[in-house]
């Protein structure tokens, strides 16, 4: 059973960077799309952006060039740094899987999620 | 950018109550719609995949149903763990979008 761990600093000072990762256990890396999805507290959720292995990636374009998410194949981890945040960055971010078979039509959706982690934006 | 709009944002309910819940994109998106439930300090967890495939290990009574822009999920026999939110969302183009949520309540 694949499961998916988020970490890093729970706590960000404003203007700074925004750093997590997502260490996947029970399943390769190399065999999904992975994405990271953030919901603000007592909010609804935000797709932040996804990517490949393989260096295919695709972002939110409201993050304004803020988000890069990267993956190492080696750690079995994908990772997410969002720069420059302020307080409207203060949220829960999840990490996810993309269940999809990479074939015309054929369809993409979030099968298993880490159980996510707040991260709050304050000097 | 498409947009999500569920309806109602919520609603209480009885066990054992017939519930349906409907979301409409802001363009077609074909069956590439998917639905889940969050529940207090949770991740949110898929129902139903492709608008109308249930997610293995999810209890039938949930069920979704549309294409184009028409979505609904209906739960037939609410359970008491059923009082959550529920959220729609489209893959069909990016930014993938989400609705606003469905708060299901105990009446």
């Known amino acids: 059973q694949v499961q998916l761990q988020e970490s890093g600093p729970r706590l960000v000072k404003p203007s700074e960077t925004l750093a997590l990762t997502c260490t996947v256990s029970g399943d390769s890396i190399s065999d999904y799309y992975w994405s990271w999805i953030r919901q603000p507290p007592g909010e609804g959720l935000e797709w932040i952006g996804h990517m490949h292995y393989s260096g295919s990636s695709n972002y939110n374009h409201s993050l304004k060039n803020r988000v890069t998410i990267s993956v190492d194949t080696s750690k079995n981890q994908f990772s997410l740094k969002l720069s420059s945040v302020t307080a409207a960055d203060t949220a829960v971010y999840y990490c996810?899987?993309?269940?999809?078979?990479?074939?015309?039509?054929?369809?993409?959706?979030?099968?298993?999620w880490g159980q996510g982690a707040l991260v709050t934006v304050s000097s | 950018d498409i947009q999500m709009t569920q309806s109602p944002s919520s609603l209480s309910a009885s066990v054992g109550d017939r519930v349906t819940i409907s979301c409409r994109a802001s363009q077609s998106i074909s069956t590439y719609f998917s639905w889940f439930q969050q529940k207090p300090g949770k991740a949110p967890k898929l129902l139903i995949h492709?608008?109308?495939n249930l997610q293995s290990g999810v209890p039938s009574r949930f069920s979704g149903s549309g294409s184009g822009t028409d979505f609904a999920l209906t739960i037939s026999g609410l359970q008491p763990e059923d009082f959550a939110i529920y959220y729609c969302q489209q893959s069909y183009s990016t930014p993938w979008t989400f609705g606003q949520g469905t708060k299901v309540e105990i009446k």
């Open positions: 996810a899987r993309i269940y999809t078979r990479v074939c015309p039509g054929c369809p993409y959706y979030f099968d298993e």
């Open positions: 492709s608008a109308s």
